[in-house]
């Protein structure tokens, strides 16, 4: 794998314990509710295994968003498509380091209400 791939799963893996964190999950309850082995989903998250696209869509199921959502993070989908503006403040929220997973839930719950999806 070149240095741009290792980036671009690391990334991927990166936002997925973000998320698992937002929703208050351990490694090991994800694992369990997204059907694989709990040591397959750290190496994911460490961004040392490139998931397949079944694997990426029950991550996605069990972290309650969309295949497509994880399927663009992943860089499998353009999401340049109409609707990414909104999920760009997100995703933002999401990445942002200075905010802690209580923080990040308060301002997902704020920002849903006010566009109508919470």
């Known amino acids: 794998m070149n240095d741009e791939g290792k ?31 709990n040591p397959y989903l750290s190496q994911v998250e460490r961004g040392l295994y490139k998931p397949s696209a079944d694997v990426l869509k029950n991550i996605a199921n069990a972290l309650h968003l969309s295949a497509e959502t994880m399927y663009a993070q992943a860089g499998l989908l353009d999401d340049s498509k109409d609707g990414a503006d909104h999920h760009g403040v997100e995703h933002a929220i999401k990445l942002d380091p200075r905010l802690s997973v209580d923080q990040k839930d308060a301002l997902m719950r704020i920002y849903r209400s006010f566009t109508n999806e919470g």
Do not use: C, D, P, Y
């Not at 893996?13 to 082995?37: C, P, T, V, W």
């Open 7 to 37: 980036v671009g799963w690391r990334t991927l893996g990166e936002f997925i314990r973000g998320q698992r964190e937002l929703a208050n999950l351990s490694m090991r309850q994800l694992a369990e509710i997204a059907k694989i082995s």
